[in-house]
């Protein structure tokens, strides 16, 4: 059966090599997106506060956080190559499909339907050109399910430091997407209450 999961997974990684080398673009604007953004990355690259000033000049980059484009551009002066910083991106995102997997054992029992049911993220063109294009979504979503998980075991085991690790991975995840706050409301109020 591991033999089976490694296989599917590695499909989809290659599914996601194929989209790679013909610039699939599935969401329809994830291109246009990395085109937009990537002069952030390349000056980030470049100078920090270069990066920072052209960042907060620009007012339709505001409504990202430049964390995530501040570490790919570190990524981008250690690789010295962008195709390199998008493998390497493509790579972490299929740790997406993983972690939901997690998260799908605390919930039922493991079985080979929950861990198929976890690659169907493979097959969301919100995945596929966040992941390909270098978006910050997959980054974020990972640190989510990362504290979504930490959250799950708090409620078995009950220790705080569960706790304070779901709330660590959820600031992780809100610096690069601000729109994942409101699970900061959701965590005090469930821990609270306890």
């Known amino acids: 059966m591991l033999y089976i999961k490694i296989f599917l997974l590695i499909s989809g990684f290659i599914s996601l ?9 599935l969401s329809g604007g994830a ?12 000056k980030f690259s470049d100078n920090f506060y270069g990066g920072l ?4 000049s620009d ?6 956080s430049p964390i995530f484009y501040i570490l790919t551009g570190n990524f981008l002066s250690f690789f010295d190559n ?8 493509i790579f972490i995102s299929c740790l997406l499909p993983l972690l939901f997997y997690q998260i799908l054992k605390y919930q039922t029992k493991d079985n080979i339907f929950v861990f198929l049911f976890s690659l169907i993220i493979f097959f969301s063109p919100y995945f596929r050109s966040s992941a390909i294009w270098l ?13 979504i998980i930490y959250y799950l075991k708090q409620q078995k ?9 779901s709330i660590f991975f959820l600031g992780l995840c809100c610096y690069i997407r601000y729109y994942y ?14």
């Open 59 to 64: 007012s339709g980059s505001l409504v990202h």
């Open 31 to 42: 291109e246009f997106d990395h085109n937009y953004l990537l002069p952030f990355i390349q």
């Open 157 to 165: 085991t009950n220790k705080i430091f569960d706790c304070y690790l």
């Open 82 to 89: 962008l195709e390199y910083v998008k493998l390497f991106y």
């Open 181 to 194: 706050f409101p699970f900061f409301f959701f965590y005090i109020f469930i821990y609270f209450q306890k």
């Open 17 to 25: 090599l194929i989209g790679f080398f013909y610039n699939e673009n």
């Open 135 to 147: 978006l910050g979504d997959n980054l974020s979503l990972i640190f989510l399910i990362i504290s």
């Open 53 to 56: 000033e052209l960042f907060f």
